[in-house]
């Protein structure tokens, strides 16, 4: 792991639940927040609170899983699966023969998620504690790697993207759900929290990752299709290693910049 659970509570003293949290939040400083009970070890508030009953009006779960046209039959990973809000959605999308994949770096969210996959008797989702550094997955092994209000929290992003690429089956598609960088009455309330959608566009640019779809339905957060470009990767550490004798990995390659634009768009 990367990160200690402290520097995530740090990370995270920020980040506001919905409802009755998103209130108590705005009521606290920082500080208080970091020392409330509400909080775990990872930063993360009980995973109720990501159950909220007015979400679905604004994350619209079923229209987010619906635009990705996801395959039966198929594997799916919900990276920072939290509560498992989105993976129940993914677990009807993919069908009895398909797999959904619940990662996550917080075993309480793993062991929430458990007891509902038993009481709701979803037998194609499988709990997965992972790294903060990686996915945690062999290589080439889902078709899609989807991210509700995860990416920002991934440090050292430049290095995540490679082995999230490298997780993907051919023809497999990354998706990424997050809040605009902007104040918003929900969501991480720090701005510097966030990270705006033309900062994910760069970045996924810079990491051979082409944009396909870029969703502007939902309420207070952008919604992101992209897919690794072949030819890109390959061209690039062609000429990385004649430039340099020998990289071996996007990994190895200059970092980009990685700034934390504000939104430009108003909405
Ligand atoms: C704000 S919650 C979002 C949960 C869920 N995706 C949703 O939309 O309700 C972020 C989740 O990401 C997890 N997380 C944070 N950093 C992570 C990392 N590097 N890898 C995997 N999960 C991470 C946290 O433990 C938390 O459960």
């Given amino acids: 792991m990367s990160r200690s659970p402290l520097k995530v509570v740090r990370g ?14 705005l009521l606290l400083p920082s500080e208080a927040l970091a020392q409330s009970p509400d909080r775990n070890e990872y930063g993360n ?4 609170v990501f159950e909220s009953e007015d979400r679905d009006r604004w994350q619209k779960p079923e229209w987010v899983v619906e635009q990705l046209a996801i395959v039966p039959g198929t594997t799916v990973a919900d990276l920072g699966a939290g509560s498992g809000y989105f993976t129940r959605q993914f677990s009807r999308a993919v069908g009895p023969s398909g797999k959904v994949l619940a990662l996550d770096v917080d075993p309480t969210m793993l062991a929430h998620i458990a007891e509902d996959l038993n009481a709701l008797e979803l037998a194609n989702v499988d709990t997965v504690l992972v790294p903060f550094d990686s996915p945690g997955l062999p290589d080439r092994s ?24 490298d997780v993907l089956h051919e023809g497999g598609r990354v998706a990424v ?24 566009i760069r970045e996924f640019t810079w990491a051979g990752l082409h944009i396909t779809a870029d969703l502007e339905d939902l309420p207070h957060q952008y919604f992101l299709i992209a897919s690794p470009i072949p ?33 430009p768009q108003a909405s």
């Fill in 142 to 165: 889902v078709d899609l790697l989807f991210l509700s209000n995860t990416l920002h929290h991934i440090e050292n992003r430049t290095a995540y993207y490679p082995r999230m690429i």
């Fill in 177 to 200: 759900v997050d809040f605009y960088k902007k104040p918003l009455p929900l969501g991480p309330r720090s701005l510097s929290h966030k990270l705006a959608r033309s900062d994910v």
């Fill in 12 to 25: 995270l003293l920020s980040e506001i639940g919905f409802s009755s949290l998103l209130f108590a939040s």
């Fill in 45 to 48: 508030p009980p995973p109720q």
């Fill in 231 to 263: 030819q890109f990767l390959n061209a690039r550490l062609v000429s990385q290693n004649l430039a340099t004798g020998g990289h071996r990995s996007l990994a190895d390659l200059p970092q980009p910049e990685l700034s934390n634009n504000f939104e």
